[in-house]
């Protein structure tokens, strides 16, 4: 109903039914978004909430730049309030002060003169007593404002204009932090270092595929203008990897000796946001309660030189024991619960490192484009008033002849379109064009102007063109930005009290893994298994149901990531040593209590890898004998409830993986005793939801049972079939084929031997370790298995019991080769 509709209606007819439930919703959610949106969170761009935003921009404005005088803080909070930000003075004076406090933002936007508070929790004076401009790093966010960055948006009441966010040079986020407490969420976002910071958004610029761990050891936690020291870095990668943590906090100090044989603890940086003064009455308040007996004399020796809290110990007190005393009770050791959400397209999000990283510099990549369309743009308009200046300069007695006879402004304007063929813009320029313009050296000027402009424009157009550029741009005012205002870090990271890297608590050691189709999995060391002379009967390797029976069996080493590919394409992903480590007969660990597996899904193919960031490429084969090819890049993030590695045909499942470099050979085999061989660079990289292509072409109950990649040191393949058997032929028997070929004869298959069961690429001097259905293991010596032709039956392996049949193999070989390999 509209406002005139409502005016012409009977009063009776005015009153609207509403369910209180809805509008009480409804009304809440407004609410809600209003405080969320327009005030409590900050915007991830330039990481300002609208009331600093508003002061920053209202500061400028009024002129008040680092290099002019102070003035009074009242004026520029009447300013704000009258164009900007309509919500009292005392929210924008509070706003303001924290700006300019040192103690509160590691890198203040405002240069404050007079008392704006202290970290004693002195309130600052009032705003008709202190003055500001602002700070350096203020022109930083503001830089390029009137060059069509940003958009401009009205104010409350449209009678003006406000930018909707800051160009922001300064990742003001993360340098600065932001807290705000919302409805239904909050944000605490810790302040870091400019120096780490700039340099993570260069390199990640650089590489956008660059490792979470990389990214940390750049951005080693956060630095509060405090300083103090951090304990421990799990709490520092968690809130940099999910966006929500806990970082523990402890003040910085120092011992004295004093008179009498007794020492002095000198507390000289505390944690950040804490109140000295409420610090030094809960020091006393744990001597009052006699907490600690160790304490003699409390003093504050603060100045303007820095902080100095003095605390006497008795002679017989043991100073770290006081120490760990004041930690527990006192605010000398506090925690940071960090929460980093902040509004992304205008939502709020909790974000990881990364993300608040990768939104400053796609902020400062949308900016310097629109700069650089408005440079552009201006440029072409200066140039086109040129071109009518030179045109002018070319005909100019014609050009005062004409405007000599014109009667009117109007007339010459139009007679200089007319015969010389200029735009209006062109002819008004020349009208206005001064006399002095005329002589020699001026003309000069407006062509060495001109050809200045053509070479703006080229390169201005050639910037636009290209992302490349652009973000090359984009790096050197980072940089630009480094170098200017970059400093050290203030607040020291120090290892907690029996805080380890769990890799740095076990050794990195060669061990088998083996699993099951049942779902069992276990790790073993590699000296369980002793090396055996063919066709030995093995050891028991694990216990196992009647009905379950060994699926896989690979080695690798306790440090290395474990992907595991499941029969439906999905990957998922472990480091070895999260494998629970068992005993030579137990059965293992469930993978459901390991990996998120949906029912139905098994795992079908495993990889040992060292690091996931690399050049370096996944070949996947499945069953019906389809290939990829995929970045390992792609597989950086991979989570234990699993991504798609490839899209599989209906009744398809994945089989095999194997990492390359791009440029390898692949050498498949069939369960029918089929080989074919062909060079990687036949598959062309494809993304990770993609099908692949035809690798090998089957026959009617053929499948391909392995896959291997061609190496320089071993150069024989030895071939084992579910009845034991095994045969060790040279590489170069197998001729290479196309892909999507059928293959050459790789063994003579009978009703004695079986269908092949596993493929291996050996040396004579590697040990092979064998596996059956019962969980029987055997080891053995490759020189051990007699070479033969390509097309032979082969010798026995392993003896097996009635009913046992071989599962799996694999290639253990030399120890040192292998622990390097790995």
């Not at 509709?5 to 009776?12: D, F, V």
């Not at 100095?308 to 004041?326: C, T």
């Not at 300069?393 to 014609?398: M, P, R, V």
């Amino acid at each position: 109903m509209s406002f005139e509709e409502y005016r012409h209606t009977a009063p009776s007819d005015r009153v609207l039914t509403v369910n209180v439930e809805d509008e009480m919703r409804t009304s809440y959610l407004d609410y809600a978004m209003s405080v969320i949106v327009a005030r409590a969170l900050p915007d991830v761009r330039d990481g300002l909430k609208p009331v600093h935003r508003r002061i920053l921009y209202g500061m400028s404005q009024l002129g008040l730049n680092p290099d002019k005088p102070h003035r009074k803080s009242a004026g520029t909070v009447g300013e704000v309030l009258k164009n900007y930000h309509p919500h009292g003075d005392v929210s924008i004076y509070d706003a303001m002060v924290r700006m300019a406090q040192t103690f509160s933002l590691r890198y203040p936007l405002i240069d404050g003169h007079g008392n704006f508070g202290s970290i004693d929790g002195d309130p600052p004076a009032a705003m008709r007593y202190t003055e500001s401009r602002l700070g350096q790093l203020a022109l930083e966010m503001l830089a390029d404002i009137d060059r069509e960055t940003v958009d401009f948006v009205p104010n409350y009441d449209s009678s003006a204009r406000e930018p909707s966010l800051l160009p922001a040079r300064l990742p003001n986020l993360l340098v600065n932090g932001s807290s705000g407490i919302a409805v239904g969420m909050a944000t605490n976002i810790p302040p870091h270092n400019l120096t780490e910071i700039c340099d993570a958004a260069v390199a990640l610029i650089d590489d956008r595929e660059l490792d979470d761990d990389d990214l940390l050891k750049i951005v080693t936690g956060p630095d509060f203008p405090t300083g103090a020291l951090i304990l421990g870095r799990e709490g520092i990668k968690q809130s940099y990897m999910t966006g929500r943590g806990s970082i523990t906090l402890r003040a910085k100090h120092d011992f004295e000796e004093l008179r009498g044989g007794r020492q002095a603890i000198i507390i000289t940086e505390i944690p950040y946001q804490v109140n000295k003064s409420r610090l030094l009455e809960s020091i006393a308040e744990v001597v009052t309660l006699k907490k600690s007996a160790g304490i003699a004399d409390l003093r504050d020796e603060s100045d303007r030189k820095g902080m100095r809290i003095v605390i006497e110990l008795r002679r017989e007190a043991s100073a770290q024991l006081v120490l760990n005393q004041l930690y527990k009770h006192t605010p000398l050791q506090t925690s940071f619960g960090v929460n980093n959400v902040a509004l992304v397209d205008g939502q709020p999000r909790t974000l990881s490192l990364r993300e608040m990283v990768v939104a400053y510099v796609e902020h400062r990549k949308v900016v310097v484009t629109r700069r650089a369309q408005y440079d552009l743009r201006k440029a072409k308009e200066r140039a086109h008033i040129l071109e009518g200046y030179r045109i002018a300069l070319e005909h100019l007695d014609a050009v005062i002849k004409l405007i000599r006879a014109s009667q009117t402004t109007e007339e010459a304007r139009t007679g200089l379109m007319k015969k010389f063929e200029l735009t209006e813009i062109q002819a008004n320029a020349i009208l206005d064009l001064r006399l002095q313009r005329l002589v020699a050296l001026e003309r000069q000027k407006i062509e060495d102007e001109y050809v200045q402009l053509l070479k703006t424009i080229a390169g201005l157009e050639e910037l636009l063109r290209s992302q490349r550029r652009i973000y090359g741009a984009v790096k050197e005012e980072i940089v630009a930005l480094k170098k200017k205002f970059g400093d050290k870090r203030r607040t020291q990271i120090v290892e907690a009290e029996g805080e380890f890297a769990i890799e740095d608590l076990i050794p990195d050691q060669p061990v088998v893994i083996t699993a099951t189709a049942g779902g069992y999995i276990k790790r073993q060391n590699v000296d369980v298994f002793r090396a055996q002379n063919r066709g030995g009967r093995g050891i028991s390797g694990l216990a196992l149901k009647k009905e379950d029976v060994v699926r896989f069996l690979f080695s690798t080493s306790t440090h290395q990531h474990i992907l595991f590919f499941s029969n439906r394409g999905r990957v998922y992903r472990l480091r070895a040593h999260e494998i629970p480590d068992a005993s030579r007969q137990a059965r293992g660990t469930a993978l459901v209590n390991l990996l998120t597996l949906p029912p139905g899904e098994t795992i079908t193919a495993v990889l040992p890898v060292r690091k996931l960031k690399t050049e370096e490429f996944l070949v996947m084969v499945t069953k019906k004998g389809f290939i990829k090819k995929t970045s390992l890049n792609e597989f950086g993030n991979v989570r234990r409830s699993g991504l798609i590695a490839i899209n599989l045909m209906p009744g398809d499942e994945l089989l095999s993986v194997a990492l390359t470099n791009g440029k390898a050979e692949l050498l498949l085999a069939t369960t029918g005793g089929f080989a074919i061989r062909f060079d990687e660079s036949k598959v062309r990289p494809m993304g990770r939801a993609s099908r692949g292509v035809r690798a090998v072409r089957l026959g009617a109950r053929d499948l391909v049972r392995a896959m291997d990649v061609v190496s320089k040191d071993r150069r024989e393949v030895l071939v084992i079939t579910t009845k034991g058997y095994g045969k060790r032929t040279k590489i170069d028997a197998y001729r290479k084929t196309n892909r999507g070929g059928k293959g050459v004869k790789a063994f003579s298959k009978t009703a004695k031997n079986g269908d092949i069961v596993e493929q291996l690429l050996v040396k004579p001097d590697d040990e092979v370790m064998v596996i059956s259905t019962k969980g029987v293991v055997i080891r053995t010596k490759v020189f051990q298995i007699r070479e033969t032709g390509r097309a032979a039956q082969g010798v026995r392996v392993m003896k097996l019991d009635e009913g046992d049949v071989v599962t799996g193999a694999a290639n253990i070989g030399q120890r040192t080769e292998e622990m390097e390999r790995l």
